[in-house]
Every structure is written in C-alpha cells, then in structure tokens.
C-alpha cells in the first residue's frame, strides 16, 4: 500500500489546483458539509480510498477526518427542530436520523444557492424539499469518501463555502431550488396535450408550475366508448386517471369516470348497484370528434340528468341503466 501523500501526488500529478480550493493549515480540517477550514471542534471520521481508475487499483485505503462549520451545524439543527414539527413526515420516512439528514441535504441545496432558509414547512413542501433538493445536494465530504473524487485534494479545503461546487453544479442546485419554490407560488393552467381529457373533456388543470397533471394513455376506442380498431393516444385528467387504472367491475372505465364524477362517494349508487349499474352510450371526450374541450366535465354528455336520474332512484332499479342510456346525449355542443 502506497502512503497516502505519495498516492495523491500520483494522482494529481497531472491535476492544476482546483478553483476555490486552498492548502489547509496544519490546525484546520476543512467542513464536511461547505467545505471551509475550521480550526476547532469534534473531529468526524470517515472511511476513504484513493482508486488509480485508469489501472483500477486501490492506492491507497484508511480514514479521512472533517469538522463542521458553526453555519453547518446551526443548518442541521435548524433540519431537526423543522423535522419534529412535521411527525408524518418523520414516520413516512421511519428513521429520525434518516429524515433530518435528507432535510438537512435539502437546506444546504438553499444555503449553496444562497436562498434564505426556511423557518417553517408544511408537510408537502418538507416532502417536497427532499424529494426535489437533496438528490442534488453536494458535501465536501462526498469528494473524499468512500472514494477521492480525480482532483480532489485531501490537504485542500474550500476558499469559501460552496465555492468549489462551481458553475456547472450550483447551476444545477439553483434549478433544484427554483423548482422547490415554483410548487408554492401560485397555481397555472396546464393545458392538455393532446385537446382535452380523453375522458371527461375538460381542457386544462390549474396546479402549481412544476407538477404534470396530465398523463399519457395509450387507449384502445371501446375504452372509452367508441368503436374502431385505431389505438388512441390521448391525455387524461387525475380524477379520470383513478378510473381508468381501477375501473368499476362492470362497465367500461369510461363508464367508471363518469360515475365518479356525478356520484363520487357512491351514496347515490348505494351499495347494491354499485357492481351491477351499466351506463349505455356513455363516451369519452377523444372519440366524439370535437376538437374545442369541454367548459365542464363531460358537458358532452349530460351528466346532471345522471345525476338527477340517480338521486331518483333507489338500489336495484332494472330500468336505471336503460333510462340512463336514453339521458346521455350532450348538454353542451
Ligand atoms: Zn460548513
Ligand atoms: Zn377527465
């Protein structure tokens, strides 16, 4: 085994000293987490090898020692306190060290782009915060262990916090946290790609800017109604997703969707017609031929004589669905 100085000088022979990187003094270690020289405190060791890639051979194996930044260890307490106010959140993720490290990644996606720090989250924006950030985030520590990242100097630390993340990377944290902050600013209408909601016919969504409202089904016609041996491709509405992926047990899901829409708890149904009612002549926007989408959902059909139809009737009526086939044509043309 080589020593460990005479390893990285091999390494790095061919390396010019990185931007933002200066030679530690013989006191500091630098950060784990922003990467500065600290001077004092609790030493953190972790398992480290410097790999020769090329030839790929381990050069060396042992232990690397880091500190923490006074900044870093407010930010990982600030993680925790944010954590317990949140106990879904912690129980969803099982281990409390698991979920403040995650969230402590995600604030230092914040603190690395310079974004002031959040002093509360709701339980969406914390799942969303490490969902969205910490998959990005980047620690000095990480250039070192389990393995020396090419460049990395283990007698280095960085010039200022962050620094050495450089352009490209912060590049990549700062579209990270633009996309954390689009999910609490206000909503925008999604507009469906292909017209409408193949099933119900309405044309946009309103949610918030990064979300993808709409999702792709590839459908063939007597899915929904119509007739033809042409699959379509056609976008659906989350309310019509549900009932095309768990469709009622009989009838077809666009028969399922129309019903979730006009009786969507099912009490109208009650609880014997739920499995036997059959809509006839129900369809789907996408093989009506229009073009426009619907002002309202299934304004194609007509939907509160449905409705009306249903909170007439009792359980168990034979002619519910014979009448309903007759009540489907359009309100809207
Ligand atoms: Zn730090
Ligand atoms: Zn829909």
Redesign the pocket.
């Known amino acids: 085994m080589t020593d460990p100085n005479t390893a990285e000088a091999e390494l790095l022979a061919s390396h010019v000293r990185p931007f933002g990187v200066r030679a530690l003094n013989p006191e500091e270690r630098p950060?784990?987490?922003?990467?500065?020289g600290?001077s004092s405190g609790e030493l953190v060791e972790f398992d480290s090898q410097i790999v020769d890639r090329t030839r790929r051979i381990v050069l060396h194996e042992g232990t690397i020692t880091f500190r923490?930044?006074p900044?870093?260890t407010e930010r990982h307490r600030l993680a925790d306190g944010l954590l317990w106010t949140q106990p879904a959140v912690q129980r969803q993720i099982g281990s409390p060290s698991i979920g403040v490290h995650r969230l402590s990644l995600a604030l230092d996606v914040l603190a690395a782009v310079g974004q002031p720090l959040p002093t509360h989250l709701s339980a969406e924006g914390m799942r969303r915060a490490i969902s969205v950030l910490s998959p990005v985030a980047r620690r000095?520590s990480s250039r070192f262990a389990p393995v020396v990242e090419e460049g990395a100097l283990r007698t280095s630390c960085a010039d200022s916090?962050w620094e050495w993340i450089g352009a490209d990377g912060l590049a990549d944290l700062r579209r990270a946290a633009a996309e954390w902050l689009a999910w609490s600013l206000p909503p925008v209408d999604h507009v469906s790609p292909t017209g409408a909601c193949g099933a119900c016919g309405i044309g946009s969504i309103s949610a918030p800017r990064p979300a993808r409202p709409w999702v792709e089904y590839r459908l063939h016609p007597s899915m929904l109604g119509g007739s033809g041996p042409r699959v379509l491709v056609v976008n659906l509405c989350q309310p019509c997703q549900r009932a095309f992926d768990d469709p009622l047990p009989t009838g077809s899901p666009v028969q399922t969707a129309l019903l979730a829409h006009v009786d969507p708890d099912g009490r109208l149904r009650g609880a014997n017609m739920a499995g036997d009612l059959e809509l006839l002549g129900v369809v789907g926007w996408a093989v009506t031929g229009r073009t426009k989408p619907n002002r309202q959902p299934w304004a194609h059909l007509n939907p509160a004589a449905v409705r009306r139809l249903l909170e007439g009737h009792g359980s168990n009526d034979d002619g519910l669905a014979d009448l309903l086939g007759r009540l489907v044509g359009g309100s809207e043309s």
């Open positions: 950060c784990a987490v922003c990467g500065v600290v923490t930044c900044d870093c000095w916090p």
